[in-house]
């Protein structure tokens, strides 16, 4: 059985895939595409945010870090999973981002991991204060609202540019007692 995973960015994703085959059977073959995996740099151009939006952040084949509209990404990825489903012959798609993507029809079932992410800590943990890290600053007043807790702290580092160490960030979640 074959299963896609699916970035908004470019693939392979050599920072991900690795820590996600070892949840999976053995028998379940990965396969990878990415969203931006056929654009030219002048049409990855044409995706970035307007200036009003909250943009989301991800990886080109590189290791550099591009932002995309939310908006422009969320109109490509029915027609990105098609092309996974039919393309690669699998039977899911994960989607390799965060975000809370509007949820439409598609082709085979399609894995958002905000919606796993969320069930877990509000039904099964039951977490009360909450730690999350995202990758830029404008981005932390959405988080906040996004997780409705007693208590969320909300701290930015990208995880593809220098910046904070994550000795740093755990310092932070531990002095304000979410740890």
Not at 2 to 15: A, F, H, V
Not at 65 to 85: F, G, M, T, W, Y
């Amino acid at each position: 059985m074959k299963i896609g995973l699916l970035t908004i960015g470019q693939s392979p994703r050599e920072d991900l895939t690795p820590e996600i085959k070892p949840l999976l059977l053995p028998h379940i073959e990965v396969v990878e595409y990415g969203l931006l995996d056929n654009l030219s740099p002048e049409e990855i151009k044409l995706l970035r945010p307007e200036m009003i939006e909250i943009p989301l952040v991800t990886r080109l084949r590189n290791g550099s870090q591009v932002q995309l509209s939310e908006r422009k990404i969320s109109k490509l990825l029915p027609k990105a999973i098609d092309l996974v489903k039919t393309r690669m012959d699998v039977r899911a798609v994960g989607i390799l981002c965060t975000n809370d993507f509007p949820k439409t029809k598609f082709p085979c079932p399609a894995i958002f991991p905000f919606d796993y992410l969320k069930f877990l800590i509000n039904q099964i943990l039951e977490v009360r204060n909450l730690g999350v890290v995202v990758p830029l600053e404008n981005q932390v007043e959405m988080a906040k609202e996004k997780w409705e807790r007693e208590k969320t702290i909300v701290v930015a580092k990208s995880p593809y540019i220098e910046g904070k160490a994550w000795d740093e960030i755990a310092k932070t979640f531990t002095q304000r007692k979410l740890l």
